[in-house]
């Protein structure tokens, strides 16, 4: 079992609409969570950090379920600029500082 | 932007080189990580050092390997190259300071052929 997987893709939506993406993780040691999105051939770029109690930066929401061992993020009113692969992140102190990816779910908007 | 330039940005090498990745860190930044990406897959993590020494590593064989340098300077080696190193390799630093940002570089795309 892979230790971050994530909603196979892709996702083709239109503009405006709601989108959400789902992550399990498998060790339960993980203490760091992110989301980071990556245009075609670019390094990959934090969109945000996901904790505990939920955040939200605009139009992005994130949400973390430990006892499930689940994140997701969702996005609202989907712009044409937030076609990318998104990326479900963890790290664990066993790790030290290495972040452990998943897969990548492809987002496409269109108009 | 970030601080992190990786060189070369694009190579091609025939199967059984060997190449030699760098990466420039911003100053103050002395932990360095490496990570592979093959094509439709996440980066996965090869190793990490810390004040020039390697403190962690990934699922990779001991033809990958590193050094980093005083100058926050790092080189990511891979000897006997196989078609399946073909990837984008990227580099990242941080000042050390756990849950200080992580910065990518650009990263540097390799063909093995």
């Known amino acids: 079992r892979k230790e971050v997987e994530q909603d196979p893709g892709p996702f083709n939506v239109p503009e405006g609409a709601t989108v959400a993406f789902n992550c399990t993780y498998s060790?339960?040691?993980?203490?760091?969570f992110f989301w980071y999105r990556q245009d075609c051939r670019k390094e990959p770029k934090l969109l945000m950090s996901?904790?505990?109690s939920g955040n939200e930066d605009g139009r992005f929401t994130a949400q973390l379920n430990r006892a499930s061992q689940y994140i997701s993020l969702l996005i609202r009113d989907s712009k044409l600029s937030d076609s990318a692969t998104y990326l479900c992140?963890?790290?664990?102190?066993?790790?030290?500082?290495?972040?452990?990816f998943g897969k990548g779910t492809t987002l496409s908007v269109s108009s | 932007e970030t601080g992190v330039t990786q060189s070369p940005t694009h190579l091609i090498k025939t199967r059984g080189q060997q190449v030699t990745l760098r990466c420039s860190s911003q100053?103050?930044?002395?932990?360095v990580s490496w990570y592979q990406q093959a094509l439709g897959q996440g980066p996965q993590f090869i190793f990490q050092?810390?004040?020039?020494?390697?403190?962690g590593r990934g699922n990779f064989p001991p033809r990958f390997s590193g050094l980093q340098f005083p100058n926050y300077s790092s080189e990511l080696n891979v000897n006997a190259l196989e078609l399946d190193d073909s990837a984008l390799y990227l580099c990242?630093?941080?000042?050390?300071?756990?849950?200080?940002?992580?910065?990518f570089g650009e990263g540097s795309w390799l063909t093995v052929v």
């Open positions: 996901v904790y505990s």
């Open positions: 990242a630093s941080r000042d050390g300071t756990v849950g200080n940002t992580i910065y």
């Open positions: 992140v963890v790290n664990s102190r066993q790790a030290g500082t290495a972040l452990i």
């Open positions: 050092y810390y004040r020039e020494e390697e403190n």
């Open positions: 060790n339960s040691a993980s203490q760091s």
């Open positions: 100053s103050g930044h002395n932990t």
